[in-house]
């Protein structure tokens, strides 16, 4: 099984590590890449339908957060909706404002995969094969919660007025079947206004809910997930350094059998790690040749370190990169994180256990499970990322010639400080930034709760 798994990787094309990702941001039209001429007209046809059904709701719901009169519990669910909506445009930005940055990520990340080609001993096949597990597995688990929150809030306006007796005061107001509170040009109460209304709202709650906000941010994750393991297959390159060297003049130097048929055997004698001999012993009826040895200078270990400093600048700037690209909504999802967590939590304070009170468990459940998955890996990263300074110490570097430890040196020195990626005034993303968020998300659900008593 092994053994099929690193043939399986040894063929691995990198444009597959984002498959997955990139086809359901596809779906959500809001990824063009890799579409022919026909398709392209035609995706483009798609997006720009996708663009207007979020323009169309975001509009409605705005309006409604302005001229509707409600209590505090009531503005709190409007003010809820606006919050998310205002996030996930922001979530947008990258991928529709700046849409040659992000295909370069997407293009980098994909190009600098490998740091020695596809040389791969045992620990490197596995922490690819990990760091894809990961990514597969994070994107299915964040995109079924993301599903089944949207499905929930979908069947329940239906559900509510199926069950006469569990309507609640949103059914009495007048907004029958609406997902969410929304103005519109007609009364939404009549028939088939209420028909078309919802319909429009399920189209955009599914789509933005599932695809495009599932997939963007699972698509985030991802990015974060291999730009950390690239951290770490850079730490197994440089802490088994040696080795990987000795493995690589074993393959160049493999000596066959000679014309004559005698037998050879090869002998790898290591003298001040920068010198390597082999050594070939022939022998036949009447004589035994004296040894062969070819030295084997700093240029193969010089050349090994030299692509790992390259690979190493590669990746800084790449997490640069990355880090330009994701901190404005970074800081978005951190300023709303707070807010959105202590309005789920009034809401369902103050509602009775019935399918509204069950959506908005399921909204919460989300909200904080992707709050965390970001900090998570953001704890993650520089974990990694402060790994590479030890490997280098570790790396053998006393036995090296000049030139080679010079290489080490530099990636010593630009290790010493961890790659993290920056959420504005928050800080880091870290799971102790997470603690405070889930912290301060308690602290305004009291002064709330405080508000609503008095």
Request: proline share 3%.
């Amino acid at each position: 099984m092994d053994t099929k798994g690193e043939m399986k990787l040894d063929e691995l094309d990198p444009r597959e590590i984002l498959s997955l990702n990139l086809r359901l941001l596809k779906i959500g039209g809001i990824w063009w890449r890799d579409m022919g001429l026909t398709g392209n007209l035609l995706y483009r046809c798609y997006e720009r339908f996708v663009i207007l059904l979020y323009f169309s709701f975001n509009i409605t719901v705005y309006l409604h957060a302005i001229l509707a009169e409600e209590n505090v519990a009531e503005f709190s669910e409007s003010l809820l909706v606006c919050v998310c909506q205002v996030l996930h445009g922001t979530k947008l930005i990258p991928v529709v404002l700046r849409r040659k940055k992000m295909t370069s990520l997407t293009v980098n990340l994909e190009n600098n995969f490998y740091i020695h080609g596809k040389n791969l001993n045992h620990e490197e096949k596995s922490i690819i094969k990990n760091a894809m597990s990961l990514a597969k597995t994070t994107t299915i688990l964040y995109f079924g919660s993301l599903c089944v929150t949207t499905s929930v809030m979908i069947l329940t306006p239906p559900t509510l007025v199926l069950t006469s007796g569990l309507v609640n005061s949103t059914i009495k107001q007048g907004h029958g079947l609406l997902i969410w509170k929304a103005w519109l040009p007609v009364d939404a109460t009549v028939y088939p206004y209420n028909i078309f209304a919802y319909i429009h709202q399920v189209a955009l709650t599914f789509v933005e809910g599932c695809f495009i906000i599932g997939g963007l941010n699972a698509f985030y994750l991802v990015l974060i997930i291999y730009t950390t393991s690239q951290f770490e297959l850079l730490s197994s390159s440089l802490r088994n350094a040696t080795q990987n060297i000795r493995d690589q003049i074993k393959k160049d130097y493999t000596v066959n059998k000679d014309s004559s048929g005698a037998d050879t055997s090869m002998l790898v004698v290591t003298k001040a790690a920068e010198v390597i001999y082999i050594q070939q012993r022939f022998s036949d009826r009447s004589s035994e040749y004296k040894a062969s040895y070819f030295k084997y200078d700093e240029n193969k270990v010089s050349s090994y370190m030299k692509e790992c400093v390259q690979y190493h600048q590669n990746l800084l700037e790449y997490a640069n990169d990355l880090n330009e690209m994701l901190s404005p909504l970074l800081f978005m999802e951190l300023l709303t994180a707070s807010l959105i967590i202590c309005m789920l939590g009034f809401q369902l304070i103050l509602m009775p256990p019935n399918i509204k009170f069950f959506q908005m468990l399921t909204h919460l459940f989300t909200a904080v499970f992707e709050l965390g998955l970001f900090c998570w890996f953001g704890s993650s990263l520089i974990t990694r990322s402060e790994e590479v300074h030890n490997a280098a110490y570790e790396c053998g570097w006393y036995d090296m010639l000049p030139k080679a430890k010079r290489h080490v040196q530099m990636i010593i020195t630009r290790g010493q400080k961890p790659v993290a990626l920056r959420t504005g005034q928050f800080g880091l993303l870290s799971m102790p930034l997470f603690a405070e968020l889930m912290k301060a998300s308690y602290t305004y659900l009291a002064m709330l709760k405080q508000l609503q008593e008095g």
